[in-house]
């Protein structure tokens, strides 16, 4: 089974807008953290946000929050008033605290951004 | 700070060709790992390594090698290049994973490799 699902591969936002990039897990350590992560075309892996399995509210950094529903396994980024730089993949990850050191990444949701 | 720094950034191979692409940190980090990332499937671990001296298989071992003999280096060879090994390749390296502390990936700018 796949632990990490992203079920969008490709999204369109109009510029100012609000959107929603969909990630669904699977586990069954109780203890584990979500990230995710933005490529842009030039390549590199920008880290955006993190979550922490027993962490009580959503995580924000900045215009991204983490929608974060633990009993549906679900760790979905908003983006608010999106920007055209904000024109990218997007990856889902996580890293399971007991059971190895490893991340697993989802196959990614690009975004393109509309003016 | 440099981080993670791959070297090559690009490099095209001949089928057979062997080649070894180096990743350095300068963060101390315990954790290394070479992932490859092809079209529609995101990044696939390919080795990892929780310390000097130490190496595992991730997702998709084979036709790959490693080795980590010194804490801030972590090699990754092909002996025998392959078509199928035509990929970007990520280096990340992380700290020592603690509780549920935000131990992220730093990800190297990655390597384009072609085999033909």
């Known amino acids: 089974a796949q632990k990490i699902t992203q079920t969008q591969p490709g999204m369109f936002v109009q510029e100012k807008e609000a959107v929603t990039l969909d990630c669904t897990y699977d586990?069954?350590?109780?203890?584990?953290?979500l990230f995710w992560y933005k490529q842009p075309s030039s390549g590199e892996m920008i880290f955006l946000i993190y979550?922490?399995?027993?962490?009580?509210q959503n995580a924000t950094e900045g215009r991204y929050s983490l929608n974060f529903q633990k009993a549906r396994k679900s760790a979905n980024l908003v983006i608010s008033a999106s920007q055209l730089g904000d024109s990218a993949m997007y990856f889902c990850a996580m890293r399971e605290d007991n059971t190895g050191n490893q991340f697993y990444f989802g196959t990614g949701t690009s975004l393109t951004v509309i003016p | 700070n440099a981080g993670v720094t791959q070297t090559p950034k690009f490099r095209v191979l001949k089928t057979g060709q062997s080649m070894t692409l180096l990743c350095a940190q300068d963060?101390?980090?315990?954790?290394m790992y070479w992932y490859r990332q092809d079209p529609g499937m995101g990044l696939r671990l390919i080795h990892y390594s929780v310390g000097e001296g130490t190496t595992a298989k991730g997702e998709v071992p084979d036709g790959y090698n490693v080795s980590r003999l010194k804490k801030q280096n972590f090699l990754l060879g092909l002996e025998s290049a392959a078509p199928s090994q035509t990929s970007v390749y990520f280096c990340?390296?992380?700290?020592?994973?603690?509780?549920?502390?935000?131990?992220?990936?730093?990800f190297g700018s990655g390597t384009r490799l072609t085999v033909v």
């Open positions: 990340a390296s992380s700290q020592r994973l603690s509780g549920t502390a935000n131990y992220g990936y730093t």
């Open positions: 979550q922490g399995s027993y962490d009580q």
């Open positions: 586990t069954s350590d109780p203890s584990y953290g």
């Open positions: 963060m101390n980090h315990e954790y």
